[in-house]
């Protein structure tokens, strides 16, 4: 965690969210460098801010989130901006990016084996045999195919990404 507060205020916070590495008291001109610091150690860095002061961190971080009620500056430096001012949002913006990558995987997989498939069999792979998948049943299939990827992603919205929603610690 990086902030400007007092390192006592700042170690409470930290122990409460489970982070194991404050840099407390840190004026604004240091924020970019401790990103920095960071990141040389091989750590992906997430910075979160809302002013002007964050804004060269919040370009520099990995991924940076700008709470939405912040200034200009941090929205734009930022590759994330969160739509209300609860920073207990991130958790459901990494919860969103989490599913969003495994529904990928799924749709990748999914189309691939379709494709994997029905493919070779309308071209005629197994025409020794005295199978060949009519061209028709191969754009029903496709169809079919892509319905099925368009109905998994639409499973994303039954996530519930409200803060009320997720236990706290």
Do not use: C
């Amino acid at each position: 965690m990086i902030t400007g507060d007092s390192r006592a205020v700042a170690e409470h916070v930290a122990a409460q969210l489970g982070i194991d590495e404050v840099f407390a008291e840190v004026l604004p001109e240091e924020k970019d460098q401790a990103v920095v610091e960071l990141q040389e150690r091989g750590r992906v860095v997430a910075m979160i801010g809302d002013g002007v002061n964050d804004a060269p961190a919040l370009a520099r971080a990995d991924v940076g989130l700008a709470i939405g009620a912040g200034t200009d500056v941090a929205i734009e430096s930022a590759g994330v901006v969160l739509a209300s001012s609860d920073p207990r949002n991130v958790l459901g913006v990494i919860e969103l990016s989490n599913a969003s990558y495994r529904k990928m995987l799924q749709n990748l997989a999914w189309a691939a084996g379709y494709n994997i498939l029905a493919i070779p069999l309308a071209a005629g792979a197994l025409a020794s045999v005295g199978f060949v998948l009519p061209p028709a049943v191969g754009a029903l299939l496709m169809s079919f195919s892509t319905i099925v990827v368009a109905a998994n992603a639409q499973l994303l919205r039954r996530l519930d990404l409200r803060p009320a929603s997720r236990p706290v610690r």
